[in-house]
């Protein structure tokens, strides 16, 4: 019995140590969590200019890091590692990365706040590992609807859909689920994201995005091709 209760607390105290470690709970200043259901988790991160956050962790898996502005001199500083600098990003950029546990506390010396999505994918890699790839932002005719599928593997697709103002489309989960986020580019004065930045969509269902404001919208729609672990 005595066995049994002291491997209990330490298991505790190990479940414990792991969720204190999690920045949604322990930096709510900086991380923000926008979705959580068994295909993701999306996690909304936003860092002051010159903020200093602490030690936390991000999980081991696939992570898709969608930039919702503009923002350099971002450094990361991993335990036990090397400190590592983020080069300058753009709105509506986009990065993928599959690798192991992040244990990091972060800087960024930029003068200007950083935001951006960390979607986390809960779903079957299909044996995809340590997959590093920067999907900048790019210039798209700004008059009519554009779609251009800029990254694909087994685990998902990744479309980038510029609609201009005025303009609506279509976006339908057929076959797969969908997650749908909204950007503004550089060239937006916003430093908000669109109404309804975010919407998942479950296979079968539609919806119609229209742009009613004065500036093209991105549409990052994440199609996840596999199924849950």
Do not use: C
């Amino acid at each position: 019995m005595i066995r049994f209760v002291m491997a209990a607390t330490m298991l505790l105290g190990v479940t414990g140590a792991a969720a204190a470690q999690d920045p949604v709970a322990t930096l709510p200043d900086a991380y923000n969590l926008e979705l959580d259901n068994t295909y993701a988790r999306v996690v909304r991160a936003h860092y002051d200019a010159g903020a200093i956050l602490p030690e936390h962790t991000h999980p081991e898996g696939t992570t898709l890091y969608v930039y919702l502005s503009d923002s350099d001199g971002v450094i990361f500083r991993h335990v036990g590692g090397s400190a590592v600098t983020r080069p300058p990003v753009k709105a509506g950029g986009l990065r993928i990365a599959s690798g192991r546990e992040e244990h990091h506390s972060v800087e960024n010396t930029s003068r200007v706040a950083s935001d951006f999505l960390r979607i986390f994918l809960k779903t079957d890699d299909g044996g995809i590992r340590n997959l590093r790839q920067r999907l900048p932002a790019e210039e798209y005719p700004a008059d009519k609807v554009t779609t251009d599928e800029v990254f694909a593997n087994k685990q998902l697709r990744i479309t980038r859909i510029v609609v201009p103002p005025g303009q609506k489309v279509l976006i339908e989960a057929k076959n797969t689920p969908v997650l749908r986020v909204a950007v503004y580019s550089s060239a937006t004065p916003s430093k908000a994201p669109p109404p309804d930045f975010l919407r998942w969509l479950d296979r079968g269902v539609t919806e119609e995005f229209a742009v009613t404001g004065d500036f093209p919208v991105d549409l990052i729609r994440v199609d996840f091709l596999t199924k849950p672990k």
